[in-house]
């Protein structure tokens, strides 16, 4: 959760996000923002947020470990950024009123929850205008080698229902909002297997210490901490330049079989 070096992989998938969100700030008037839970994205533990506040919006960030939120406000001090911070253990009812917030949002972190149905329709209650939420893309071919060969015990720890997109439209449909756009996003030219490609390699039993040394050392080094604090700016243009695949004029729907992530954005007309 606080390994500032966190790969290429993650970073990719932390540049194109920040850059989704950015397109939201352009497309509507967004001022506050919730963020829960801010578990959900491997690595660095509650930072998703951060091009938001660094944008000027006032930003709420909930988790339901105490831990994780302690660590949070740490790294957001770090940056230099203020946020709100609150622990809310069941994540089945959130402390606000009706309308709280222009964004309320999570990425990939219902099915680590007991009741992710009743985290969405809290989502829809307390947000004025948008609901963004994305999930891990079971069609994949990452997502796939994860699930029945690299790391199936995983699989038995989490809720796989909430990967389902539709499940995610039906309840929040369910709750007034209509569905403004979806599709895909963080779609590098790599499997997304939610480990390391050193660790990966050693999964799969290649034992070439070339390519071992590819990917380990000094010289793999990806932090987005170091970019957001000024002591490596030139990382974005070194990761993006993968970004082909991601950007390619395509349907998102030609994308799916290799995109990271299925999203949905809902909105609704209070305020």
Known sequence: MIDYNEGLGLIYERFVLNEYLTSLLKRYPINKVLEAPVYGMAGITGINSVPLAQA??????????EDRIHITRHIWDELGLAAAFVVCPEMRTLPFADGSFDLAWEWAGLWYLKDAESLLKELARVSRRLV??????????????????LEPEFFRQVDERWVDIKRIKAVLSSEGLHLVEEGVLDVPPWPDTVMPAAELLKRLGI??????????????????????TGKDPGLKDRVMRYAFLEKAPLPWWMKVIWAHHRF???EHNRG
């Open 132 to 149: 963004f939420v994305a999930m891990p893309n079971r069609w994949q071919v990452g997502y796939i080698m994860r699930k029945y060969l």
């Open 207 to 228: 034992k070439s210490a070339w390519l071992q040394s590819r990917f380990t050392g000094s010289s793999w080094h990806w932090s987005i901490m170091d970019y957001y």
């Open 56 to 65: 000027g919006c006032e930003v709420t960030l909930v988790d339901s470990e």
């Open 264 to 266: 949905v954005l809902f």
